[in-house]
């Protein structure tokens, strides 16, 4: 086969494998434009009468129909052609690039509870697309689920159905009989094996799966219970777990329990009914979902069911975890964002400026003239509007998921020029400020949209390019500093409209603002890569050093005002003691990639960081730890912001879409799309009603909660 070209297009390179149902090939496709690559599956009918031929032709046409609508779901390779050749039927598919779940879990290794968790999750969202076809896969198991590079999700792969042309489980009036059990070992519940798959057997598999997460086990060491027939692992299991996590335990292995029952009529019966249990156990563990599997180490033993064995999993609400970093961290990033400080709930009114500020955060790059900011988010706490209530001690408010559900667009203001406009909102969330191409700022009525001042910049000689790059309000709403391509740091006087200083007239130009929540200190980031510290309101330059080799894309300050954060084009993540100026931590993503966004989380805990690669991460701030990765998909992320709740963030990416997202489940809540091209800036209003957006597209978007 291989060098073989099918169809005068599909251009055999290699074998990737196969077996009784026939053989897969990776092949390239001649008549596109640099022959991407795609996998043939050759199927092979087990007789060749002419009879059975026919009939499997019909069949192999319906089900290439099926497979074809499957291909709609983002996480189902496509299919791209399906032909006959030869007595010999062929599926030609989307390539998946990426690795295969055998790889990831292999013998002896263990993910967490939470992570097990995440992972039936998103197996069990493709299934429900799949059952929602009236599909049963009738293969799940790891080999055929591939987490793709491109953005770390995972896809389905090699459907079982397809499996009936090859196996002579078509009987001669062209239906299938089930008659041969089309599955895998291990993974097959007895309905299936017994040639009677029914939908729930797709549930049992995903179950053995995460079993299988679990303990470490392979599907084929999973004891059985000779009598009942029943899987028997949680007893054991359980056995070594500390008393005090022993109840989260339980609630996940119920679930489990429930997917692997032996006689079908006891599992859940939809996905739908599995995905709430996997709903309401997000809930026991505290939003702890979050884990990026790929990110976590795993411990190794040879027997799990070892008494000495420890495993590595998530604390109840009340418990601190004791064993892996990873999952240290990700709980206290989890404790720390889901409770609202006393401050926050306690001593804040409506309208007025919490300490716990989400820093005013302006920034830009300059290799693709575009900018990057959030605009004066400080953000006043309402929580005591809200309604906080707590399910399995799980801090939920109606209002946040009001919130993610109502906030939709009000108006549109006309863009400038200036494609990478940057927006910020003032502190009493009245004036919206976008910065120009002609180097003014302008000032509109954040309720009407009226153009309401302009700050002009004093004439110059100078021809070079004025754009302004980054703005940023003072949280005291006196000033204003904005920073550009024509040098150095302007700080306006919001109430005379008129220019009080320029700081580090002489830098390269600058990309990136942010003020201190005391409004006493600007940090600025420059397109060189040097920061500049300084004092807003004398103007007086306090530190100008080489932060980074490259162009500083965003910056954030600590609600403390103690802590900068640089991200930056030299694909780091600076963290500096603003007062020294000293380096405390340098970030770096995992493969390089640029990083065009920061924020800091309204408790000063998390760093978020948006880069080229579509991913959003989280970082301990204190020790400069990855948290975790939400991947959103292949566009960059371009600006980050955290709700004041410290669980919500907000992203606007280069596909030109707002995401809203929850931190702790890892999901995302809301795609909102409205630009037709990359978002650059965002601002949110201290009152969290108001959200704005800017894109290259040259408009300016205002998001409202009605
Ligand atoms: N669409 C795809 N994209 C990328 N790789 C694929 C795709 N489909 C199959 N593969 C890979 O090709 C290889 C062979 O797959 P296939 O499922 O056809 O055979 P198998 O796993 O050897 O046998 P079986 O069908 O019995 O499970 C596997 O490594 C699988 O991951």
Same mark, same amino acid.
């Given at each position: 086969?291989? #060098? ?6 599909? @251009?055999?390179?290699? @074998? ?18 640099? *022959? ?15 009879? /059975? =031929? ?50 990831? =879990? ?32 009738? +293969? ?45 070992? #291990? ?5 299936? %094996?017994?040639?009677?798959?029914? &939908? ?39 056995? *070594? ?21 032996? +006689? ?38 040879? +027997? ?19 064993? /892996? ?28 400026i ?16 575009? =900018? ?13 509007? &809200? ?40 502190p ?22 009226? %153009? ?21 309000f003072s949280p005291d709403g006196k000033s ?5 391509? +024509? ?28 003020i201190?929540?005391d409004s006493q ?13 300084? *004092?807003l ?6 530190? &100008?050093?080489? #932060? ?47 990083? &065009? ?35 959103? #998909? ?22 030109? /879409? ?31 009603? /108001? ?16």
């Amino acid at each position: 086969m291989l #060098g073989k070209t099918l169809s005068g297009r599909y @251009h055999i390179v290699q @074998h990737l494998g196969g077996g009784g149902f026939g053989q897969t090939y990776l092949a390239e496709d001649l008549q596109l434009p640099s *022959n991407p690559l795609c996998v043939v599956k050759q199927l092979k009918p087990k007789s060749t009468d002419s009879s /059975t =031929l026919q009939t499997a032709k019909r069949f192999f046409d319906r089900e290439a129909e099926v497979l074809y609508k499957l291909g709609n779901h983002d996480q189902i390779p496509r299919l791209l052609a399906h032909f006959e050749q030869e007595q010999e039927f062929y599926l030609v598919q989307e390539c998946i690039e990426g690795h295969d779940l055998k790889q990831e =879990l292999p013998r002896g290794k263990r993910l967490t509870e939470a992570q097990v968790i995440v992972l039936c999750q998103d197996i069990l969202q493709i299934l429900e697309f799949v059952h929602q076809q009236h599909v049963i896969h009738r +293969d799940i198991k790891p080999a055929n689920i591939i987490r793709r590079r491109q953005d770390g999700k995972l896809v389905l792969i090699d459907f079982g159905a397809v499996k009936e042309v090859t196996t002579g489980a078509i009987n001669p009036s062209g239906n299938t009989s089930f008659s041969v059990a089309i599955g895998s070992p #291990g993974y097959m519940p007895n309905e299936q %094996l017994g040639g009677k798959p029914q &939908f729930c057997s797709d549930i049992y598999a995903v179950g053995v799966l995460g079993i299988q997460a679990l303990t470490g086990l392979s599907s084929s060491q999973l004891p059985q219970d000779l009598r009942t027939s029943e899987i028997l692992w949680r007893d054991k299991w359980l056995h *070594n777990m500390p008393p005090q996590q022993v109840q989260t335990s339980l609630e996940l292995a119920d679930v489990l329990d429930k997917m692997v029952r032996y +006689d079908y009529r006891q599992r859940y019966q939809t996905v739908t009914e599995a995905l709430q249990a996997f709903e309401q156990l997000t809930m026991v563990y505290c939003g702890s979902t979050t884990a990026s599997i790929s990110e976590v180490s795993f411990t190794e033993s040879a +027997d799990p069911f070892e008494p000495t064995a420890t495993y590595p999993r998530l604390p109840l609400v009340s418990d601190m975890p004791t064993d /892996t970093m990873e999952s240290k961290e990700l709980t206290q990033a989890l404790h720390s964002q889901q409770q609202p400080t006393s401050k926050t709930l306690g001593n804040l009114s409506d309208g007025q400026i919490a300490d716990e500020t989400i820093t005013p955060l302006v920034s830009s790059r300059k290799k693709y003239r575009k =900018l990057i900011a959030i605009g004066g988010g400080i953000v006043a706490s309402v929580s005591l509007a &809200f309604g906080i209530y707590h399910v399995y001690g799980y801090t939920m408010s109606l209002a946040e998921s009001q919130w993610v559900q109502r906030i939709s667009l009000s108006k549109t203001l006309p863009g400038d020029s200036n494609s990478f406009s940057p927006v910020a909102i003032s502190p009493d969330g009245k004036t919206l400020a976008s910065g120009s191409e002609d180097g003014t700022i302008k000032l509109w009525d954040l309720q009407t949209g009226k %153009l309401r001042n302009t700050l002009k910049r004093p004439p110059s000689s100078d021809k070079r390019s004025k754009a302004v790059r980054a703005i940023a309000f003072s949280p005291d709403g006196k000033s204003l500093a904005s920073g550009g391509e +024509d040098n150095g740091i302007k700080v306006w006087n919001l109430d005379t409209k008129t220019l009080l200083h320029t700081l580090s007239e002489k830098s390269y130009w600058i990309s990136a603002l942010a003020i201190s929540p005391d409004s006493q200190t600007l940090v600025g980031g420059n397109a060189d890569g040097y920061i500049t510290i300084g *004092n807003l309101r004398t103007g007086e330059l306090q530190n &100008f050093f080489a #932060g980074h080799s490259i162009i500083v894309n965003s910056l954030a300050i600590s609600p403390d005002g103690q802590t900068a954060v640089s991200g930056s084009d030299d694909n780091t993540i600076k963290v500096w003691e603003i007062k020294t100026g000293q380096l405390i931590h340098t970030l770096t993503p995992p493969d390089s990639r640029r990083v &065009f966004a920061v924020a800091i989380s309204p408790d000063g805990k998390t760093i978020a960081s948006g880069s080229e690669d579509g991913v959003v991460r989280l970082w301990n701030l204190g020790s400069g730890k990855l948290i975790q990765s939400l991947p959103v #998909g292949s566009a960059s992320i371009n600006v980050v912001a955290y709700r004041v709740d410290g669980h919500t963030l907000v992203s606007g990416s280069r596909d030109g /879409t707002i995401r809203l997202w929850d931190v702790r489940t890892r999901k995302v809540l809301r795609t909102m799309p409205g630009h037709s091209e990359p978002i650059y800036s965002l601002a949110l209003s201290p009152d969290e009603q /108001t959200l704005v957006s800017s894109s290259k597209d040259e408009t300016i978007k205002i998001w409202r909660v009605p």
